[in-house]
C-alpha cells in the first residue's frame, strides 16, 4: 500500500468534479444464502471477511484503501492491498458488499467504494450485530458518498498518527435546540485525552457541491444554534467540542471561511478552525489546522497552528 506521505496528488480524490456520476460495479444477479452458507462451511468466507463486513457496516461508504488502513489498526493482518481485494471481490460475487465507482469527463476514478449489499445485512443480523442499511442508503448521492469518505480519512489519520486519541464516532447526531432539529456531523468526531483531559474535535465536511454555499450556510446556522445554547451533555458532550471544517483545497478554505463572515454565522464560544483534505496525508497533524486572525491592517489572514496535543 502507497503510504499517506508518497501521495503526490494536488488535488483531492474526494474533491467534487462537475457532472461527476456514480457507476454500479457490483454483481447483478441472484445469490442464496445457501450458497454463502456453502462458502463459510467451505472456509472460503472467514473471519477476515466478517471483520471487513463489521467495518463496511460502521463507516456505510468506504474505500479499499481505507479498510486496509482500519484492518491494520485493529491488529488483522492482511498481506498486501491485492490479497485484501480478492477477499473483497468474494464478498462482491457473494452479494454480502456491492461496489460503484466514479465517472465524470476526466474519466474513472482510482478508486472504488464498498457498501453493504442485502446478504452483508443479513449475516451481521444473524450475529446479533446491529445494522440499520436499507437499500434506499445505496442511492445516496456522490457528495453525500464523498463526505463520508473525507470522513473516514480523517478518523483514520487521527487513529494512525496523533499520541492523544481516545475514540471516534462516525456519525455523531447533533441537537440545534432552537431550531428543533438534530443533524449529524458529516467527518465524524474523535476524543482526545492527555494528562488526564479529553477534548472532543467535530469535522465538517465542506464540498464544492451544487449550491455550495447555500448549503454551507445553513449548516453553520445549525452549528452556530447548537454553540450558542450549548450546555455540559448536550448531545453527549461533557465540554464544548471543536468544530473543524475539512475543505478541498486552500483556497476553499478561504472562499468558505468569506461566506461564514459574509452571512454574519460565525461561533463565538469557538475558535473556527480548517483543514483540508491532502492534509491529512502529513506524517504529523500537528501542523494541519489553520484559523483567521485580524491583522494589524485590521483585515483577515490565514495563519497555521502548531498544535502540540496532535503530535505522534
Known sequence: MVEDNEIRAEVSPFAIREGEIKVFDGKDAYV???????????????????????????????????????????????????????????????????????????????????????????????????????????????????????????????????????????KPAIKAKVAGKIFKASGGAVKLTKNGKSIQFVFEVVRREYEWKKNLIERMRLYKDFYDNFIPMDSGFKTIPQLILICEDENHIKETFYEIVKNDIQISKIKLLFTTDLRQNKDTLQDTLVEFKIDENNKYKMENIDLKLLEL
Not at 471481490?89 to 466514479?102: G, Q
Not at 463526505?147 to 464516532?169: C, E, H, P
Request: glycine share 4%; net charge positive.
Open 32 to 170: 442464496s444464502m445457501n450458497q454463502i452458507v456453502n462458502k463459510i462451511n467451505l472456509g472460503h468466507i472467514t473471519d477476515i471477511h466478517f471483520a471487513i463486513l463489521d467495518l463496511v457496516n460502521e463507516f456505510e461508504f468506504i474505500t479499499s484503501r481505507q479498510i486496509f488502513q482500519m484492518l491494520k489498526i485493529k491488529g488483522i493482518e492482511i498481506d498486501s492491498q491485492d490479497k485484501l481485494n480478492r477477499k473483497l471481490d468474494v464478498m462482491i460475487n457473494s452479494k454480502i458488499l456491492t461496489r460503484y465507482y466514479f465517472l465524470s469527463e476526466d474519466g474513472k476514478g482510482i478508486y472504488r467504494i464498498y457498501c453493504l449489499e442485502k446478504m452483508g445485512k443479513y449475516l451481521l443480523t444473524s450475529k446479533e450485530k446491529d445494522c440499520t442499511w436499507q437499500p434506499s442508503d445505496n442511492t445516496k448521492p456522490v457528495v453525500m458518498i464523498k463526505k463520508r469518505l473525507v470522513g473516514n480519512q480523517t478518523l483514520i489519520a487521527y487513529l494512525r498518527k496523533v499520541k492523544a486519541f481516545d475514540s471516534y464516532i462516525v
